[in-house]
């Protein structure tokens, strides 16, 4: 046969594009020819082809080939088409039966001794094409069990070119050769061991961060564990601003303990976010705990939010169902702060080019913390060094509009030298997270069969409607508003944060009580800000 086709994919931003590999042989001067609107590294996957199939000791005679990446309208990029072009010519010069692998999905980037290596991406693309009926898939061996993580399809690991020739030239279907490396793996993991599965659940978070701390350490400090408490149990974004040393940044890292577990679908998204990233374990890709991701002040805004020429997903499409924690907040770049705006008001970033527009996840709690002048001792005006110029230039780094877009802002004092060293011990992140769940539990049943999770999520009609208020109550919130000089952002994200604490209290309207604390977190940001916005 001189003409084969081989199925295969990509991912574009988090879009999966599927892809035709096409070759024809025929007689006429020696040329290896590739068309189909490629990137230089997809054009330089002729010359590995060659010389992989070359060094696996299969024949690669000199004739006219012709290898099209069908559509042409997209654009393709990455490593991962070698493998669908080797066979796919192997194919052609009649090396494969090209019914084998008919129905069959083929992935992989190939090595010069004819190695098959990990590509970033096979979750998506294993999910969507499950999608088109595509139920079975040759993967690289370390791409596999990320590939199984989708019920109900067939993986095949390969880690050279030669084992795939071997399989697509055996006689028995690829569905029970990727049986057998199913039950061979499973023989090979109860062999290594029991308990992975209480490992699993015992394994930190994705980078390892906010692991570790406990509330326990945490002395003092109780509005500001009350505050975090609310803003878990809520999807609240949350500021925490005070001195140096009074707890900040141990407090946000201990908010990690804290978070509900995930359910197998928020698990799915967030691990297909971090596949396309190339960010996954090999042998345990699924991620079980929310992400916790700390940002350093000198991130840009493309790091922040993803972009590039090939845009990808950036920290806040990372921290996607988890935190997002912005240490010393006021030296972050104006810039890099004001492009959060959107994001976390929409909960996705959408980046626009010439040649499309890519959507982003962004649905994270964001936890911020900062000094309140460069000293870090305002407004102790017995400490602070800083001049009234100085303090201001410092506070005007956070706009209104971002402050507008936090929920709750709690003051951190300095810890006294009792909390350190005696008192009564503080409460474990274990028994704050029985909590934390039950009322995010409070909250899936009253929004089942709603796109909202939580109560951060509110908004038109559903605010209204689940947070109504009594006369008392009304009177109460218009005083705030013109105290306060509240904007109707701020006036909603009180309300939202009120149904959060109404819920932790086992209330089923908000009282009196629950408005006047969650004003009470509206009034710190005032106190620094308050007199130049």
Known sequence: ????????????????????????????????????????????????????????????????????????????????????????VLMALGEIDPLRAEGCLIIGELGLDGS?????????????????????????????????LVDGVSIIGVRTLMEVVGCLRDTAPLEAIAGRQREEKERRGRKAGSGSQEADNQSPAPDGQGAEADFSQVRGQENVRRAAEIAVSGGHNLL???????????TARCIAGILPPLTMEESMEITKIYSVMGMLDEEQPLIRHRPFREVHHTATRAAMIGGGMVPRPGEISLASGGILFLDELAEFRKSVLEVLRQPLENREIQISRTYGKYTFPADFILVAAMNPCPCGCYPDL??????????QNYLSRISQPFLDRIDLCAEAAKVKYGDLTGGKPSESSAEIRRRVCAAREVQKERYRGSRIRTNAMLRGAMLEKYCE???????????????????????????????????????EKIREEHLCEAVGYRTVDRKYWGGRL
């Not at 925490?240 to 141990?250: A, F, M, R």
């Open 1 to 88: 046969m001189s003409f084969s086709t081989v199925l295969s994919a990509a991912v574009d931003g988090l879009a999966v594009e599927f892809v035709h590999v096409e070759t024809d042989v025929s007689n006429g001067l020696p040329v290896f020819h590739m068309v189909g609107y490629l990137s230089s590294e997809v054009k330089e996957a002729g010359e590995r082809v060659r010389t992989a199939v070359k060094n696996t000791g299969l024949a690669f005679p000199p004739r006219r080939m012709v290898v099209n990446l069908s559509p042409a309208t997209v654009r393709k990029r990455g490593a991962s088409f070698d493998l669908p072009i080797a066979v796919s």
């Open 240 to 250: 925490l601003i005070g001195p140096p040393g009074s707890g900040k940044s141990l």
């Open 382 to 391: 017995d400490r602070c060094t800083c001049t009234p110029f100085q303090i």
């Open 116 to 148: 098959v290596r990990k590509v970033p991406g096979v979750l998506p693309v294993v999910m969507e094409a499950k999608k088109r009926g595509i139920l079975c898939f040759i993967l690289p061996g370390d791409n596999a069990a990320e590939g199984a």
């Open 469 to 507: 208020l009594g006369e008392k109550e009304k009177r109460v919130m218009e005083q705030a508003y013109e105290v306060l000089g509240l904007t109707a952002r701020a006036y909603h994200r009180i309300l939202r944060t009120a149904r959060t604490i109404a819920d932790m209290d086992g209330e």
